[in-house]
C-alpha cells in the first residue's frame, strides 16, 4: 500500500527539517514566506499554516512584524535540550531492548540502522527519521514516539555541524544492545552518546550558539 503524500503544511515542515540537516536552511536564518512559497509550490496559506507548527514545536520563532526566523539556541538551551533527551533516549533503547527479550523482532530496527549508516546526505533525514521512528516502535511506547520528535534535536545537528562527537558508534552498539535483548546496555548506549555532546559543550566555540 502507497503511503499517502504530505499534506501542505506537512510538506513545509519536512523541507525546513529536511534543509537543517544537509545545511540548506542554518539557525538563525530569516524565513521569508514569498521565498518559501517559491521553493515548494506551496499557497501562503500552507506555508503560513507549516510555519505555525514549526513554532509550535520549537524550531522556529514568530514575532509580530519580524516574521519567522529559525531559533538559534544559547548554550544552555542546548545543553537543556541534551538533558531532556538523554533520559528519553535511553527509556527507548531499554524498552526496545525489553521487547526483544519478550520475543519482538529487532529486524526492522537493525535494518533502519544499516540504511541510517549508508544513507546519502540528501537521504539521511529520511533515513534518520526511519531509525528513530523502528526504536520507538519496538519501544512499543506511544508517549516516547511522540514526545522525541518534538525535541529541538534538528536545531543542535545543525549548530553543531562540525562540533559534534560521531553518533554512528554509539547508535551501533545501541542496536546490537537491543537485537541482543540486553537493555542495561542498550540504554547505556543511547545515554552514553548524548552524555558525551553534554561534556563536549565547554569546548565548542561561542560563535556556535546565540548570544543569551
Do not use: K, W
Not at 148 to 176: F, K
Amino acid at each position: 500500500m502507497s503511503l499517502l503524500p504530505p499534506s501542505g503544511p506537512e510538506a513545509l515542515v519536512r523541507e525546513v527539517l529536511q534543509g537543517l540537516s544537509e545545511g540548506r536552511y542554518v539557525p538563525g536564518q530569516r524565513l521569508a514566506e514569498p521565498d518559501l512559497m517559491a521553493r515548494t509550490g506551496l499557497g501562503r496559506s500552507s506555508v503560513r499554516e507549516g510555519l505555525g507548527r514549526l513554532a509550535a514545536s520549537g524550531i522556529v520563532a514568530q514575532a509580530p512584524h519580524r516574521g519567522a526566523q529559525i531559533r538559534h539556541l544559547t548554550r544552555r538551551a542546548t545543553c537543556d535540550v541534551l538533558r531532556v533527551t538523554e533520559p528519553l533516549l535511553g527509556l527507548a533503547a531499554r524498552q526496545a531492548a525489553e521487547a526483544v527479550v519478550g520475543g519482538a523482532d529487532p529486524a526492522p530496527l537493525v535494518a533502519a540502522a544499516a540504511d541510517y549508516d549508508a544513507a546519502s546526505p540528501e537521504d539521511r533525514p529520511r533515513a534518520r527519521a526511519r531509525y528513530y521512528r523502528a526504536l520507538t516502535m519496538l519501544a512499543g511506547n506511544a508517549e516516547l514516539d511522540r514526545l522525541l520528535p518534538l525535541l529541538q534535536v534538528h536545531l543542535i545537528r545543525a549548530q553543531l555541524r562540525t562540533n559534534r562527537p560521531p553518533g554512528r558508534p554509539a547508535r551501533q552498539a545501541l542496536v546490537a544492545a537491543v537485537a541482543a535483548g540486553r537493555p542495561d546496555d542498550a540504554d547505556a548506549a543511547a545515554r552514553g552518546h548524548i552524555q558525551a555532546l553534554i561534556a563536549a559543550m565547554p569546548d565548542i566555540p561561542d560563535t556556535a550558539f546565540a548570544s543569551r
